[in-house]
């Protein structure tokens, strides 16, 4: 079973700040892995996917890496802003599309 | 298309009621997805609907937990006789194999909250 582990669990910076966000995976056979955000009390919301065969994805100010032989992942997020406050997952896909194993999260808050 | 669309956004049963969820995917995907999320943990996986084939199916679902897909559209998934430990958060995602990328889009969720 592949285990999907993230840290740290909990982090508060100040707004300006760049930041990066760990995942890592037990299994490196996988196809690929997504980055999701979660409001409180709300769905998830993509942010990133990088297919296995891909070193790196950007959007905006994200920028999700992945190095599959060692199974890790990271999410860096440019010039924090308090409207980037919100649970970080990772999720990785080890089939063409049968389920996403996720890990606990990052929560994020961004201090003004 | 207006994404992947779960009703109802919350729900509070007593214990030992039956509940029924619904979601619609995105209309062009063809795979469903259910999970489901317990406070301060990721979402873990119920199960999987291609069209309408249920094809597979987390030891998570037991036999109170039934979910179907009739004509590989829209998705229920019920409940019967719910008990405390149901109570979570219940996530609908969808896919199409046909962007080459399976990502998911995930609905806003169904709350369900048994008392």
């Known amino acids: 079973k592949q285990e999907v582990t993230q840290i740290p669990a909990a982090l508060s910076v100040p707004e300006g700040e760049n930041l990066v966000l760990n995942c890592s995976f037990t299994d490196s056979a996988i196809y690929n892995l997504q980055w999701f955000r979660q409001d409180p009390g709300k769905g998830l919301t993509s942010l990133l996917l990088?297919?296995?065969?891909?070193r790196e994805q950007t959007s905006g100010r994200l920028n999700a890496s992945l190095d599959k032989s060692s199974g890790r992942s990271t999410l860096y997020i440019a010039a924090s802003q308090p409207g980037d406050s919100a649970t970080y997952l990772c999720?990785?896909?080890?089939?063409?599309?049968?389920?996403?194993?996720f890990g606990t999260g990052t929560s994020l808050t961004v201090i003004p | 298309d207006t994404g992947v669309s779960q009703n109802p956004r919350h729900k509070i049963t007593k214990r030992g009621q039956n509940v029924t969820f619904r979601c619609d995917p995105i209309?062009?995907?063809?795979?469903l997805y259910w999970y489901r999320q317990t406070l301060g943990q990721g979402p873990e996986f119920l199960t999987y609907?291609?069209?309408?084939?249920?094809?597979?199916k987390s030891r998570l679902l037991s036999d109170r937990f039934s979910a179907e897909r009739p004509k590989g559209s829209f998705s229920t998934l019920e409940i019967q006789r719910t008990e405390q430990g149901d109570s979570a958060m219940y996530l609908c995602?969808?896919?199409?194999?046909?962007?080459?990328?399976?990502?998911?889009?995930f609905g806003s969720g169904t709350r369900l909250t048994v008392v």
């Open positions: 995602a969808s896919s199409s194999p046909g962007t080459g990328d399976y990502g998911y889009t």
């Open positions: 209309s062009e995907h063809n795979r």
């Open positions: 999720a990785v896909n080890l089939n063409t599309g049968n389920q996403f194993y």
């Open positions: 990088i297919q296995s065969s891909q």
């Open positions: 609907f291609q069209n309408e084939a249920q094809l597979e």
